[in-house]
Each structure stands twice: as C-alpha cells, then as structure tokens.
C-alpha cells in the first residue's frame, strides 16, 4: 500500500531549539515523517509539545534549527513554496474586505485573468457553503463561518499541501463535527494532502488516514498509527466500535506525555 | 435623531445666549460684538476676498505641514516598529514630547530656515509628526501575529505586507494620528504666524487685535473655528464608517 503513494513531504532530523534569556529551550525532535501524496494525516500531541512548531517548520514559516525538509522532492527554503496552503486556528480573516475579497486577497497577486478569479471564487463559496454571505464583512459572521473564509482563501490558491493548525479549536463540538466533515468532503474534491494539527484525539481518529503522537516536550514522533477509514467517511463512523478503539489507542499513548506535560517534574 | 436635536441645542443656545448678552450691552461690544454681526463680518469678508492671500497662505503651510507630518510619521512609525532597540530609546521622548514648548525654539528655526514659511511649517510639521509616529506605532502593535503569518503564506514581500496588510489593519489608528495631526498642524502654523509673522490668519489676527478692530479680528477667528470644526467633523464622520464596517455585529 505505502509504495502506491508516492512522499510528498518528508522531514529528516528535523529539531528546533528557541533560544531566549533563560538559556535555550528545546522544542522539537529529532523528527523523521514522511506524508503521502493525497493522504490525511493528523497529528496529535500534549499541549507544548511543538505541534506548532511542527507546521510552521514544515510551512517554511519558521526555519529548523538542524535537519532538512523537503516538499515534492526538493528541499524547502526560508519562503512558503507554491502550493502550500495554511489555515491557522487564530481568526485570520481581512477585517477590512468582505468575505469575497479576503477569499480572493491572494489570487489577486498571482498573474490570473478576472474571469479565473472570479470561476475560483464562485467554486470556494459554494464549496464552503458561503454563497450567501459574499458581501459581509468578518465582524459580520459567527467564528465558524470565519474560519470557512480562511479555509475558503486558502482554497482558491490552489494548494497541493494544506496545513491546518487546529483550525477548529475555538469552536463548539457540534461545529467542529460538521466542519470535519468539511473538511474531509473538500480533502476528496481537491486531492491534497493534508496535515492537521490537533489537540482533540477524536477529531484526529474520525478525519485522519494516519495519526502521528508526539511526546511532551521536546516533541518527538511516538507512533503512527493507521485509521484504515475508506476515503468516503463523515462523521458517523463516531459511532464504529473502530474510532472508539483507534481514540483508546491514541489516548494510551497520550495519557503519560500529557501527565508530563502538566507536571514536567513527575518525569 | 434625539442626540442630533441635543447636540444643535448644545451649539445654537450658548450662542443665542451670547447673542443676547451682547445685543443688550452686557457684553460691551468693544470686548465681544454679537455673533450675528460677527458672521454678517465675515461674510462680508470672504465677499470682498480682502483676506483670501493670508487664507489662502496659512491653509497651504498647514497643508504642507500635516502632508509631511503624515508621511514621515507613518514611515517613521512602521521603521520603528521594526528597529525595536531604536524604538526603545526614543519611546520616553515620545512620551514627554507634548511636554516641551515647541515655540521656545522659534528664534532657532528663523535662524535655520530664515523669514519665509519654512519655520511655521517647520513648527507645525514638528507639533503633528510625534502623533502620526505614536499612532502608527500603537496601530502596528495591534496586529494580530497570525496575519503576518497569512501574508508569508501568501507570498507576500515585507513592502507588500506593510502595504496590504498590516497598514490597512491598523488604518483606524491612523486615522487617529492623522485627525491629531491635522489638529497639531493648525495649531502649530497659526501660532507661529502669531508669534513672528507677516502673512496668515494669524498674523492678520494679531495685527487685528493690535488695531483694535474688533470687525476683522473676531470674523477671523470664526474662519478658523468654522474650517477646523468641519474638517474634524469630516474625519470623524470618515473615521466612523471605517470602524462601523470592522466592528458590526
């Protein structure tokens, strides 16, 4: 199965140190991962252990302090690289441009034909059910909606990596569920791969085709586990007696890095 | 509609009131003529266009000043908000700025600048610019890191990013630093045109008030309240749009 789908992304040793007044603080590995053209893979971990820390690196937003990453074989420098999309759980939206225009912010610095712009933009709002909204502005919406704008914005350029920093976690569970479902109907339209970044064990285990755990502090790749969910799933498999097994998996693996976490001197 | 009628009331009464005063000589009319003839005086003012040369001068010193103050200002401002050890020793003079009595240094820019309108836009420039950098300061540290993060996701470079995104983030406290500064800049180049002066509304004020003719001195004061009250209330009607659009729920 793993020689069907070919890396489109992979980390070798990637590690991050932040250096501050107190001295240096280790964040990050060594980290090897490798994600698969078109796959789902999430990532959980205890809070601080760098799963932040983990995308930006991976987004080029921030650089790795050792190791290499490459995206679609070829190393990734100090710039996003084309066809990287990011949603971010902080409301990223324009305050200052309505929905339409915070969607098209980016495509209208790319060399594109109004006519394209505004194909793109039709599809993203129909896509993320914003049809209706087109001419409200941010303050205007409810904080699910926004992040569908971000969502949508990120879309409409196109990406073949989308990285997803908890982008649902300032909403309710109800929202969250439905918005997986979101998301895993526009993973299938478009055929990218997706990371997700998350701390909710549930989400990971219902969205992902494969969940990496990480360790506390500095965060390391514990295990990789695989859903084996068919590409065609929502949110009812919550109620396979397998996304209980796959989240009681997660957890076992969690409950002793997240107790490290809390209580650092208990290691 | 209730808050209009208020805010008229709060203009049109302390005026009928004074109209009163000065039409029954409570008011001696060498102190204060009523504010009818003070209008009537200025109508006839700009009929006439006797002033329109000393108008016409002080509007554009002041123009130049708050077109410098605001462009330096918010060059300065987002300069400084990346040179943070810079930023850090200058933030206690920015501070205490307001502090210091920027006329004192008058004779100085003559000497510098010479006779002509370089020291009264100077002065203005120099009262309105510490506000547009402290404004644009105070804009810039409100935005939100996650939005430079979705600039670099964007491709966006450092000019464009300034340019696209942060800027119009911060665009409602600059438009604070620019009201402020049109505000400093009137103050500014109309107290110097009193100060040390040959041409302007507030020279011609002065010499007014030196003549002791109460008909140009007060009708030109009026100008200056009249052309102050509706550029603010331009701004502020400005600056409400801006923020309505951001903060409606």
Same mark, same amino acid.
């Given at each position: ?115 394209? #712009?505004? $194909?793109? *933009?039709?599809?993203?709002?129909? !896509?993320?059910? =914003?049809?209706?909204?087109?001419? &409200?502005?941010?303050? /205007? ?9 971000? #969502?949508? $914005?990120? *879309?409409?350029?196109?990406?073949? !990596?989308?990285? =997803?920093?908890?982008?649902?976690? &300032?909403?309710?569970? /109800? ?19 997706? !990371? ?7 989400? &990971? ?63 | ?249």
């Amino acid at each position: 199965m793993v020689t069907a789908h070919p890396i489109h992304v992979a980390l070798r040793d990637v590690t991050k140190i932040f250096q501050s007044k107190l001295g240096s603080v280790e964040a990050l590995g060594p980290i090897d991962l490798e994600l698969r053209q078109g796959e789902f893979f999430a990532v959980v971990g205890p809070s601080g252990c760098g799963k932040s820390t983990l995308l930006d690196i991976m987004a080029a937003l921030t650089p790795p302090s050792s190791g290499t990453v490459t995206f679609e074989g070829r190393p990734i420098g100090n710039s996003v690289p084309d066809g990287v999309g990011v949603v971010f759980q902080e409301n990223a939206c324009f305050p200052w441009l309505n929905v339409a225009d915070n969607i098209i912010f980016g495509l209208r610095r790319q060399p594109l034909d109004q006519a394209e #712009i505004e $194909r793109r *933009l039709q599809y993203a709002l129909q !896509l993320m059910g =914003l049809n209706d909204f087109s001419r &409200a502005f941010p303050a /205007q919406l409810s904080g699910g909606m926004r992040q569908r704008v971000c #969502i949508a $914005r990120t *879309l409409v350029m196109q990406p073949r !990596l989308i990285l =997803l920093d908890e982008p649902f976690g &300032a909403l309710d569970q /109800q929202t969250r569920l439905l918005m997986g479902d979101e998301l895993l109907r526009i993973w299938r339209a478009t055929g990218a791969t997706v !990371l997700l970044i998350t701390h909710a064990l549930d989400e &990971a285990a219902m969205l992902a085709d494969r969940v990496a755990v990480m360790s506390a502090r500095p965060g390391r790749i514990l295990e990789v586990i695989e859903t084996g969910w068919p590409r065609d799933r929502d949110s009812r498999i919550v109620s396979a007696p397998e996304f209980g097994a796959i989240a009681g998996r997660l957890w076992t693996l969690l409950r002793t890095q997240s107790l490290q976490a809390l209580r650092p001197d208990t290691a | 509609m209730r808050v209009l009628l208020y805010r008229l009331l709060a203009v049109v009464l302390p005026v009928a009131m004074l109209e009163i005063l000065c039409r029954s000589h409570v008011i001696p009319p060498l102190t204060l003529p009523a504010p009818s003839l003070i209008t009537l005086g200025l109508l006839g003012i700009l009929e006439h266009g006797t002033f329109n040369a000393a108008i016409v001068k002080t509007l554009t010193n002041v123009g130049l000043a708050i077109a410098l103050a605001v462009t330096v200002g918010t060059i300065a401002g987002a300069a400084l908000h990346r040179a943070r050890t810079l930023r850090a020793l200058l933030e206690p003079l920015f501070s205490t700025y307001y502090a210091i009595p920027i006329y004192a240094f008058y004779p100085l820019f003559i000497v510098v600048f010479g006779l002509g309108d370089a020291p009264q836009v100077t002065i203005g420039f120099m009262l309105a610019v510490v506000s547009m950098i402290v404004s644009t300061l105070a804009g810039l540290d409100s935005v939100p890191p996650v939005l430079g993060k979705t600039a670099q996701v964007l491709q966006l470079g450092p000019v464009a990013t300034i340019r696209s995104v942060t800027l119009p983030y911060a665009a409602p406290y600059l438009f604070t630093g620019v009201k402020l500064a049109i505000a400093y800049a009137f103050i500014g180049v109309i107290g110097a045109e009193f100060i040390m002066s040959n041409t302007g509304l507030g020279y011609e004020i002065r010499f007014a008030y030196d003549n002791l003719d109460n008909a140009v001195m007060y009708p030109l004061i009026l100008l200056i309240l009249l052309i102050a009250v509706v550029v603010n209330m331009s701004l502020d009607h400005w600056e409400r749009v801006l923020r309505a659009r951001r903060e409606r729920a």
